[in-house]
């Protein structure tokens, strides 16, 4: 999901999509492939990947739809393959749900991956003790930040969340750059409505910057939310950053143009906010005195 820590990475295994297929429509399958291949030549690790061509078939994905949307959002390389694991349809459901849940422990995961991988958990399965299978982001944070774990749970649910606001912000999964789980405990020791007020105006802004559209929330990439982050009005005129790709990479010439122009609009007597200037503390504070 984010274009620094956590890129398309076909070699890493939580990267890759784990499936089940038909042995029927995978035979199929190999007698269609270009070169003539076999069960065994697709079990071999040397590197080398089978395109297959699965004709009217389908396989079922057990996980990758969120990962394979946000590297879509920001990664550049529109060539990219992803890496499909295929098992048989007759695997286990103990089996399937590990699959499902496996992840890689190859580097350690930054709190912005731990916010939307868990937020999102919670928001397919329901809500924090509640949902029928215990959340293994939840669990690996545990391990890695008790006190981290639990204000984010204390955040997402309870006298004290924000979690109706915060669910909206997987609309828009770039807008988790920036996020701080150590600035959580004392964002909640903040008074409520302010720190509503503060999130509500993150979303709101993105979401009138994206013309409100569904496919343009989805495609904003989080360099962009990264460079534009605290800017004012002035910023964005004749910006070569998005002529170059640098920001705004998943849009057309028409929609990066609109969304100048509605960022420039927007920043007449404000600066860009992001979840990373609204939930940091200093931020706040300087808020609260003004206010």
């Given at each position: 999901m984010f274009r620094r820590g956590c890129d398309w990475s076909p070699e890493q295994v939580s990267h890759q999509i784990p499936a089940l297929i038909d042995p029927a429509l995978l035979e199929d399958s190999?007698?269609?492939a270009e070169k003539s291949?076999?069960?065994?030549?697709?079990?071999?690790?040397?590197?080398?990947?089978?395109?297959?061509?699965?004709?009217?078939?389908?396989v079922i994905c057990l996980k990758g739809e969120h990962r394979v949307l946000a590297s879509d959002a920001t990664v550049v390389n529109r060539k990219k393959r992803w890496i499909v694991r295929l098992y048989s349809t007759d695997l286990s459901e103990d089996a399937r749900n590990d699959l499902a849940d496996?992840?890689?422990?190859?580097?350690?995961?930054?709190?912005?991956?731990?916010?939307?991988n868990i937020t999102l958990f919670w928001l397919k399965n329901g809500d924090p003790d509640q949902g029928p299978r215990p959340n293994p982001?939840?669990?690996?944070l545990m391990r890695h930040s008790e006190g981290k774990a639990k204000d984010l749970k204390r955040l997402w649910s309870g006298p004290s969340s924000q979690g109706d606001?915060?669910?909206?912000?997987?609309?828009?999964?770039?807008?988790f750059w920036g996020i701080s789980l150590g600035n959580v405990g004392k964002t909640i020791a903040m008074p409520r409505q302010q720190t509503r007020n503060q999130i509500k105006r993150v979303f709101d802004f993105w979401d009138y910057i994206c013309c409100h559209d569904v496919s343009m929330k989805l495609r904003l990439d989080m360099n962009t939310v990264k460079v534009v982050?605290?800017?004012?009005?002035?910023?964005?005129?004749?910006?070569?950053?998005?002529n170059s790709g640098e920001i705004l990479r998943n849009?057309?010439?028409?929609?990066?143009?609109?969304?100048?122009?509605?960022?420039?609009?927007?920043?007449?007597?404000r600066v860009v906010p992001t979840l990373g200037i609204s939930l940091g503390i200093p931020y706040i504070y300087r808020a609260l005195s003004i206010a």
């Open positions: 190999l007698q269609r291949l076999s069960l065994e030549d697709l079990k071999k690790e040397d590197g080398v990947f089978a395109e297959l061509d699965l004709a009217d078939g389908k496996e992840r890689a422990s190859e580097r350690q995961m930054t709190d912005a991956e731990y916010f939307y982001w939840f669990a690996q606001l915060l669910r909206r912000f997987h609309e828009i999964p770039a807008l982050s605290g800017k004012a009005s002035g910023a964005y005129a004749g910006l070569n950053l998005a849009f057309d010439t028409t929609e990066r143009t609109a969304i100048l122009s509605r960022l420039e609009s927007a920043t007449t007597d």
